[in-house]
């Protein structure tokens, strides 16, 4: 018997979630293979008027397969999928098709983006440092990237999430504590828009997955406590230009200064409650760069060679976010 997960991305707002359902290929009792996401057979379909993708009356829509990872939790494979319509178009929920485009347009600048997921392991809604200690000191310098037990959460989980990701063959560079108790990130890329975009999504699976067994819920809110760093997904960006020095990073973040706008319309829910000028924020209204300064809307790295956006919330749809990065800095 072989089985196939189908991983996609669903309508819900203002924050658009992950759904999954499994397949599975034998007919008979006879194992048939699995067919390739190319292959017609793979096409599969859903009920888009559970996820907030169709009404009840119109609700069928297709998953189509784009890529197949390993999947080292249930030792089967995953198909992240878009949704298309049943002309075969791509849905109005499918962020992805838009991203492909563009990547197809821009791929001579050999754009490459990382992405760093933050995130809280909650329980009872709220971190689980207060459900394991019952308080939280108002020193974030001493949890980011802590080491014991008064400093560091469900280390355990972590350390499998990594490695399930790296068995996985996703991009990922690296995982650690953050700056509030209960607060992780880890980091997907240096890759292409296309790639670091889809291995997030599936990253972001795997951690739900794995949120099951532990019992407790990932939490990707803007700002789950005023007191604490907020969650973001800061976005590291470079073209070839900008890597061999051909392009300054000024250049692009006066490029980003005109488009504020829209960038924060898809950098996620809740982008003003995070933004907000203190916790190594800038305030959403204003655009600010420099050097090493994580204190400014675009952070330039020391050897000036790319730019990191620190401006995405944690809950923000990658694929949207590289598009108009793209979009803003690649024209």
Not at 251 to 269: A, F, T
């Amino acid at each position: 018997m072989n089985t196939v997960e189908y991983v996609w991305v669903d309508g819900t707002k203002p924050t658009k979630k992950l759904r999954s359902k499994i397949r599975v290929f034998d007919f008979n009792g006879t194992a048939t293979g699995l067919p390739s996401i190319q292959d017609p057979k793979a096409l599969w379909h859903f009920d888009g008027s559970s996820t907030g993708q169709a009404p009840a009356d119109n609700s069928d829509l297709v998953l189509r397969p784009v890529k197949s990872y390993n999947n080292p939790i249930d030792n089967n494979v995953i198909f992240l999928c878009e949704v298309l319509n049943h002309d075969m178009t791509p849905h109005t929920t499918n962020a992805r098709a838009a991203l492909e485009d563009l990547a197809i347009k821009t791929k001579s600048l050999k754009p490459w983006f990382g992405l760093e997921q933050e995130y809280y392991i909650c329980k009872n809604g709220q971190s689980i440092a207060v459900e394991q200690l019952h308080f939280m000191t108002p020193d974030e310098g001493a949890y980011f990237c802590g080491v014991g037990s008064e400093y560091v959460f469900n280390r355990d989980m972590i350390m499998e999430h990594l490695n399930i990701c790296v068995n996985a063959k996703l991009k990922i560079s690296g995982a650690n504590a953050e700056v509030a108790p209960g607060q992780w990130e880890y980091q997907i890329g240096a890759a292409d828009p296309l790639t670091v975009s889809d291995d997030l999504w599936i990253a972001r699976w795997f951690m739900e997955r794995l949120s099951e067994r532990y019992n407790v819920t990932i939490n990707y809110d803007a700002k789950l406590n005023k007191s604490y760093n907020g969650s973001g997904c800061h976005m590291n960006f470079s073209t070839e230009p900008m890597r061999d020095r051909l392009m300054p990073c000024e250049d692009i973040c006066q490029k980003l200064s005109e488009q504020i706008q829209k960038h924060l319309d898809v950098y996620g829910h809740g982008y003003e409650q995070r933004l907000t000028g203190i916790h190594e924020t800038a305030f959403y209204k204003d655009f600010t760069w420099g050097i090493s300064d994580r204190t400014a809307s675009v952070r330039i790295s020391v050897d000036e060679t790319y730019i990191e956006d620190r401006r995405p919330n944690a809950n923000m749809d990658p694929y949207e976010a590289t598009r108009v990065m793209l979009e803003t800095c690649c024209f």
